[in-house]
T-cell receptor, first 114, second 117 residues
Framework: NAGVTQTPKFQVLKTGQSMTLQCAQD?????MSWYRQDPGMGLRLIHY???????DQGEVPNGYNVSRSTTEDFPLRLLSAAPSQTSVYFC?????????????FGEGSRLTVL | AQTVTQSQPEMSVQEAETVTLSCTYD???????LFWYKQPPSRQMILVIR??????QNATENRFSVNFQKAAKSFSLKISDSQLGDAAMYFC??????????????FGTGTRLKVLA
């Protein structure tokens, strides 16, 4: 059971470039989300999805796009990378209605924008 | 709005000793979850312990236990018999009751724990 898989683990971009962070989960979780982690700021929600075809904005959505065409996949797109988007990104999921409540995280992706 | 506060940016503990990490939160809800996550240098977020707000009994997982004070909105983590492998960043997190299938998680800013040999 792979859990939540993120790729790539590391990426360096130049300002203005675009890229997609991939996230896949094999646990049949309806809820998926993207967070960014910055020093001294904890984890902040970027976008989330409660199921295929449904997405919504989180706390810091500007500069990011998402889509959810399948239950398994939830890619995060940076359309025109900026240095302010240098961060560690986490994909996380949870099964709706679960009695335990915790998020399952991917291993994180470190993005550097020069 | 819900908030989670970790007032200790960094803590140190001697190996085999006990350390307590503090977390306070603010919410008007009565039914919610609280978590402690560990983030070692590998960057992976690892669930340490969870607490359901409706349960009065404090959660325990081996050397890890919590002191959950619902009225005071406090959720501290106690690590007993500290080991070198406990060195990590620890995040306190709050999860609100589901609304329209959506879960709202709020994370604290983290406490970096150093374990001294």
């Amino acid at each position: 059971n792979a859990g939540v898989t993120q790729t790539p683990k590391f990426q360096v971009l130049k300002t203005g470039q675009s890229m997609t962070l991939q996230c896949a989960q094999d646990m049949n979780h309806e809820y998926m989300s993207w967070y960014r982690q910055d020093p001294g700021m904890g984890l902040r929600l970027i976008h989330y999805s409660v199921g295929a075809g449904i997405t919504d904005q989180g706390e810091v959505p500007n500069g990011y796009n998402v889509s959810r065409s399948t239950t398994e996949d939830f890619p995060l797109r940076l359309l025109s990378a900026a240095p302010s988007q240098t961060s560690v990104y986490f994909c996380a999921s949870i099964k709706r209605g679960t009695g335990h409540g915790e998020l399952f995280f991917g291993e994180g992706s470190r993005l550097t924008v020069l | 709005a819900q908030t989670v506060t970790q007032s200790q940016p960094e803590m140190s503990v001697q190996e085999a000793e006990t350390v307590t990490l503090s977390c306070t939160y603010d919410t008007s809800e009565s039914d919610y979850y609280l978590f402690w996550y560990k983030q070692p240098p590998s960057r992976q977020m690892i669930l340490v312990i969870r607490q359901e707000a409706y349960k009065q009994q404090n959660a325990t997982e081996n050397r890890f236990s919590v002191n959950f004070q619902k009225a005071a909105k406090s959720f501290s983590l106690k690590i007993s018999d500290s080991q070198l492998g406990d060195a990590a960043m620890y995040f306190c997190a709050y999860r609100s009751p589901p609304t329209s299938g959506t879960y709202k998680y709020i994370f604290g800013t983290g406490t970096r724990l150093k374990v001294l040999a």
